[in-house]
């Protein structure tokens, strides 16, 4: 017997192979998903209502293992669903986290469910500040699909009738709270928008999918399904289907190649075997992430790409981009002290968000070009974490203690780094994986532009506080480091140039025509939103203008 060929073979799951699986398998198109890791047990893999004192080592786990954490997501109660086999290297003077959730639905497990339009603002502002070039597409081709995309998953909001943050299709949002609304009114003194986050968490029952029950523990994983993951949303469609077939634990190694140096399937290392593996199929679509899809595709070689396939431009793993996250201000607000205690962190999410107000006027407003958001949060949560700062001792310190509790306020931003091209990702040369595999080797530094945004907006935080009656006790003295946003983008960029670009304007790669690539790394560059809802909609887009290439026979189905 031959081996059986598929018509697409997906590498990943989460939400750019999660969306490509569904909407080619609905088109009777078979599918092979491959994912790095295995199928999660929400009983056993997520929180699961479980306190902290129902943990050995009250959910910060194991300290002789804390130091491989990779922090707020990967703790003891979800350990086991973050891979800590695979590593990667930095470059001199790089600091560089790069936390992976391989199992099935990837990140879209435990995301932070920020769910923001990207808009003309974004797509053109090369055209406006003159830095870079403008994305190859406008806002209304992409509209209908985040319209669509919204109507599928549901997302949480409110029409905000912002230049930076186009509307779409909601639900109504989450309630703010006591804070919410301090803060609110100094944000109004200031002259800065404070308006609810466009969360895609689910405030009513929507497509068969219960409604959040605010059980507060959502980046620990929702074992009902009331906020968007491909496990819960898309995959369940793509089975109901019976085109496709997901072989779990089976780590992509590269892709194979014809005789015409188009792709010809996927080679991968079975994890529990540890043997390696082909599949065949007549197109490819590679959303393993970011750094993993380019990972993948550089170590894809072959005589017709001895650089790594698709890549005559030699721009595949360069232009790599990141979101600046920190705290930029740290306090209270007098008004909530001795106030009854309230959980406010019901759904482990902003709720409110403070989108870009800087450079809408005029793009060089700021000594910055562009701009960022920022995500206000505070009151009650799990642990009074801020106790750690106070002083005293017994049943003065417990009384200040429960004072204090539903009066904490913090502000975190999201600042996109621009395009450079001393930021990318290569192989390394010398370390491989466990199974072989040149592991990604990280070239990164914060750009100037993100840290003069940095400051700023440490400075407006703290007027916002002022003037909504609080009391700033801290302004962040450094960022995170980079990568710990999970934002990462820019190394298969999508433009009209073959010269220029890995892929075209629909993540068609130019050299390959049967390979696609359908995650954040073919976005231009970072913006002042988050990723995942544009990681969708543009997947969508892609899936159909494949599928449209079946359609009109350039492609044979199975």
Not at 92 to 117: L, Q
Not at 269 to 282: L, N, S
Not at 309 to 315: K, P
Request: hydrophobic content about 35%.
């Amino acid at each position: 017997m031959g081996e059986q060929i598929y018509d697409v073979i997906v590498i990943g799951t989460g939400a750019g192979g999660g969306m490509a699986i569904k909407t080619l398998c609905e088109a009777g198109l078979k599918v092979c998903a491959v994912n790095a890791g295995r199928r999660l047990d929400p009983e056993k893999d997520f929180r699961y209502h479980r306190m902290p004192w129902d943990m050995k080592f009250r959910g910060l786990d194991d300290p002789k293992r804390r130091g491989e954490s990779y922090g707020y997501m990967d703790n003891e109660y979800t350990k086991a669903a973050w891979d800590h086999e695979i590593p990667f290297t930095v470059a001199p003077a790089t600091k560089w986290m790069w936390p992976r959730c391989n199992a099935v639905g990837g990140k879209t497990n435990f995301w932070g469910r920020s769910s923001a339009r990207f808009g003309d603002i974004d797509f053109r502002a090369a055209s406006l500040d003159g830095y870079d070039v403008d994305w190859p597409l406008t806002y209304a081709e992409i509209d209908p699909f985040y319209t669509r995309v919204e109507k599928m998953i549901g997302v949480a909001s409110t029409v905000q009738n912002r230049p930076s943050n186009p509307d779409g299709n909601y639900l109504p949002p989450f309630k703010f709270r006591c804070l919410d609304y301090i803060l609110e009114a100094g944000c109004n003194k200031v002259g800065v928008p404070y308006l609810p986050d466009r969360c895609a968490q689910l405030t009513q029952p929507h497509e068969g999918h219960p409604a959040c029950h605010f059980c507060g523990e959502c980046t620990t994983g929702c074992d009902v399904g009331a906020f968007f993951s491909t496990p819960y949303f898309l995959l369940p469609k793509a089975e109901a289907t019976k085109k496709l077939e997901l072989r779990t634990d089976a780590l992509a190694k590269n892709i194979l190649v014809d005789g015409n140096g188009h792709a010809a399937g996927v080679a991968y290392i079975d994890r529990k075997t540890k043997q390696e593996v082909e599949v065949y199929g007549r197109t490819v679509v590679v959303a393993a992430g970011c750094v993993e899809s380019s990972r993948i595709m550089l170590n894809s070689k072959s005589r017709h790409w001895p650089n790594g396939i698709a890549n005559s431009s030699g721009q595949l793993g360069r232009n790599l981009c990141d979101h600046l996250y920190g705290e930029s201000a740290r306090g209270y607000l007098p008004q909530l002290l001795g106030q009854p205690s309230f959980p406010d962190h019901v759904a482990d999410s902003t709720i409110a968000w403070m989108p870009r107000w800087q450079n809408l006027k005029d793009p060089h407003e700021e000594t910055f070009i562009r701009g960022y958001s920022v995500y206000p949060d505070g009151g009650c949560t799990e642990f009074p974490w801020f106790a750690n700062a106070l002083d005293g001792f017994g049943s003065s310190f417990k009384h200040e203690i429960k004072q204090r509790y539903p009066t904490p306020v913090s502000f975190g931003i999201q600042a996109p780094t621009l395009r450079s091209d001393t930021n990318y990702m290569d192989l390394d040369p010398e370390i491989k994986d466990p199974y072989g595999i040149p592991v990604a080797r990280m070239h990164f530094k914060w750009d100037e532009n993100v840290l003069k945004m940095w400051e700023h907006c440490k400075q407006v935080c703290a007027e916002v506080l002022k003037a909504s009656g609080g009391v700033l006790e801290e302004s962040g003295d450094a960022p995170e480091i980079p990568g710990f946003s999970l934002h990462e983008t820019g190394t298969c960029r999508m433009g009209n140039d073959p010269k220029k670009f890995v892929t075209n304007r629909f993540g068609q790669t130019h050299d390959v025509p049967n390979l696609y690539v359908c995650d954040a790394s073919v976005f231009l560059n970072c913006t002042d939103k988050t990723t995942t809802i544009s990681i969708l909609a543009f997947t969508l887009r892609t899936s159909e203008h494949l599928i449209e290439h079946f359609r009109r026979g350039e492609l044979q189905s199975a």
